[in-house]
């Protein structure tokens, strides 16, 4: 009898760990599809809208992009105070808590504008930039030799693109005028390589009466452009910062309050989660390496895919929507217009991000920069942003 009493708890502690076993290995597996990375097929898709825009302008929007809801505070920021200009918007800007990155593209307002918007598209272009940055670049790399294949890449009066074995550069023509193209990702490339993945884009591609790839109105460089410290490293796979890049462009920035963000020996880009502003990451590798609770993250992705929606429903709530590969708003550009304009503005989370209704509705930007306070050539403005464009 003593003998069978002692057995029982034997017998059921082999029962419990039977049971649970299937429960631990059902949740690594679940955490493991959670942790999956995107397929080349998928990161090409993801890429085309951006991947032949110059340089600069890419390494700004990738680090941006890890910041969704930043980008939206600026877009409303910049919808508010699209009148203010020079030293007055580098004084204002400078007292926003942004990431410098951030800052950089409120010179770029349809383009700040787009990537609010559409800011499924943002969000998944961030977290695939966080945990497969070599991974981003060098499917931009494989994307523009398939555009210089097919004969759509080439040096203008706007860009010049150059060649160094497997790497192609872009870089602006005029350093103080920055031109955004104009294409349609299903054209430019040539044969898609991916037909079971379609490339995505914010807007209708360009009528057939427009080249497959061509440009707006150029961008004059501003103070906003100041904080863009951002170089591509295609050789390393990364994105590099010089803070101390585009100083005389704006000397109202104190850099020293980002010194700690950039490492000093390779400068090579830190990711500063502050930033990321409780938004969830992707998986539970990402969030643990920048600090979040890896149940948090995949627990609260369903819930910040709120800030990604594609859309406004009806009643002015966010839609739950994905990315529209079709958005009626425009023909410039991918992130070369505002789109549809005067949407109410998205309810904000109860993490703490406040969010305002935009007070400006009925506009929309053309391909570049808002109007800056003095003309030049090129169809840009100097001053606190380019000339907002349009289709030339």
């Known amino acids: 009898m003593q003998r069978k009493q002692l057995w029982m ?9 039977l049971i649970a076993l299937p429960l631990q290995s059902l949740a690594e597996s679940n955490n493991d599809a959670s942790q999956k990375k995107l397929s080349k097929e998928e990161l090409a898709q993801l890429l085309a809208p951006i991947a032949l825009y110059p340089d600069d302008l890419v390494s700004q929007i990738l680090m ?41 593209l409120v010179g770029f307002p349809s383009i700040l504008a787009a990537m609010s918007e559409k800011l499924d598209l943002t969000t998944k272009v961030g977290d695939a930039f966080l945990s ?29 693109v150059i060649v160094e074995k497997e790497i192609i550069v872009i870089k602006q023509a005029d350093p103080e005028v920055i031109y955004v193209p104009s294409y349609s990702p299903t054209v430019v490339y040539g044969a898609w390589m991916y037909p079971a993945y379609p490339p995505y884009y914010y807007y209708p591609p360009p009528p057939p009466a427009y ?71 992707k998986d539970g590798a990402t969030a643990k390496r920048y600090g979040q609770s890896p149940a948090r993250s995949m627990e609260g992705r369903r819930e910040s895919r709120g800030y990604g929606s594609a859309g406004v429903s009806r009643g002015g709530r966010p839609s739950a929507g994905t990315m529209d590969r079709g958005d009626r708003g425009s023909r410039d550009s991918a992130f070369s217009r505002s789109g549809e304009s005067g949407r109410q503005a998205r309810t904000a989370s109860d993490r703490g991000l406040s969010s305002r209704q935009s007070s400006v509705g009925g506009s929309s930007f053309g391909g570049g920069g808002s109007r800056g306070s003095r003309g030049s050539s090129g169809g840009a403005s100097r001053g606190g942003g380019g000339r907002g464009g349009g289709r030339r």
Not at 9 to 17: E, L
Not at 77 to 94: F, H, S
Request: hydrophobic fraction near 35%; charged fraction near 25%.
């Open 211 to 281: 080249p497959a790839y061509h440009f707006a109105a150029g961008v004059a460089i501003g103070v906003a452009w100041g904080y863009a410290w951002g170089n591509c490293n295609w050789h390393g796979g990364h994105v590099e910062q010089n803070i101390n890049q585009n100083i005389n462009i704006n000397r109202n920035i104190d850099r020293s309050k980002y010194q700690s963000r950039v490492k000093t020996s390779d400068r090579k880009w830190q990711h500063n989660p502050e930033h990321r502003r409780g938004v969830a990451y």
């Open 132 to 160: 497969q940055q070599k991974d981003v670049m060098d499917t931009i790399q494989l994307l523009r030799k398939k555009a210089y294949d097919a004969g759509n890449l080439k040096t203008s009066k706007e860009q010049k």
């Open 64 to 104: 941006a992009s890890t910041y969704p809801l930043e980008v939206v505070q600026a877009d409303r920021w910049v919808k508010k105070n699209k009148q203010m200009k020079g030293d007055a918007l580098a004084k204002a800007l400078e007292k926003e808590n942004w990431d410098p990155s951030v800052k950089s």
């Open 9 to 17: 708890p034997v017998v059921s502690i082999s029962i419990a760990i």
